[in-house]
């Protein structure tokens, strides 16, 4: 399973990005998408996930700024950032949860993607 991020940058406070996550490979089925933020200092953080059924859950700190979505036919998850502040700031990785087989035996396994940098700046 590989994962390809894209849409990070640098951009001043009050503005926007998108991350996007595209998903390849040999899997049955992807369950939770999602991005995490891993900032200067700080452990690993969930950022946004969604369901195959499109339930979206968010951190605290982006509630109301950052829309995820998934577009299954794409095997594709966005990021969707607005009112970006300089604690955004930090290195955003994807996070898929497939349905595969490995070694023989079918599982849920979790994926990484490689990470795509978000600078905010005041």
């Known amino acids: 399973v590989q994962l390809q991020a894209s849409g990070g940058g640098s951009v001043q406070t009050g503005g926007s990005l998108r991350l996007s996550c595209a998903a390849s490979?040999?899997?049955?089925?992807?369950?939770?998408m999602g991005w995490y933020r891993q900032r200067p200092g700080n452990e690993r953080e969930l950022v946004a996930s969604i369901t195959v059924t499109n339930i979206a859950q968010y951190a605290d700190s982006v509630k109301g700024r950052f829309a995820v979505s998934r577009d299954k036919a794409k095997k594709t998850v966005y990021l969707e950032m607005n009112s970006l502040k300089p604690e955004d700031t930090a290195v955003y990785y994807c996070n898929i949860d497939v349905l595969m087989e490995r070694d023989g035996r079918w599982g849920d396994f979790v994926h990484w993607g490689q990470g795509t940098q978000v600078t905010v700046s005041s």
């Open positions: 490979g040999s899997f049955a089925n992807i369950n939770v």
